[in-house]
């Protein structure tokens, strides 16, 4: 939205440019600088910036902190159950490369 926002202000600055020169520039009185009303563009766009900004921080601030890694220190190993545990799970036999065989029988070196 806050694209928005920003393209919202440099088209109103577009469409009222004259207005915007003759009555709300700051260098209005000074014709050489050419400001054309580039001063309130310029501001709008800053007040706009830090109030962004300020939404920004106050949705972090709100934002619930979510523990993502335990610390070791949480976790106690004296206990040998887990030990047990691991013991009593099923053990797996694999081949050092499971498809040997097949690959035996259908390619072989040429015979002569």
Avoid at 21 to 26: I, W, Y
Avoid at 94 to 102: D, E, H, I, K, T
């Amino acid at each position: 939205m806050p694209i928005f926002n920003r393209m919202g202000i440099v088209m109103y600055y577009q469409a009222n440019k004259a207005y915007i020169a003759k009555v709300l520039c700051v260098n209005k009185n000074r014709p050489s600088l050419h400001c054309d009303g580039k001063c309130y563009l310029a501001k709008k766009l800053k007040a706009a910036e830090e109030k962004e900004q300020k939404q920004t921080t106050e949705k972090l601030e709100k934002m619930p902190e979510i523990q993502l890694f335990c610390s070791s220190n949480y976790f106690i190993f004296n206990d040998f159950s887990f030990v047990d545990f691991l013991q009593c799970l099923p053990k797996f036999n694999f081949l050092a490369n499971p498809l040997a065989g097949m690959l035996n029988g259908i390619f072989r070196p040429p015979q002569s």
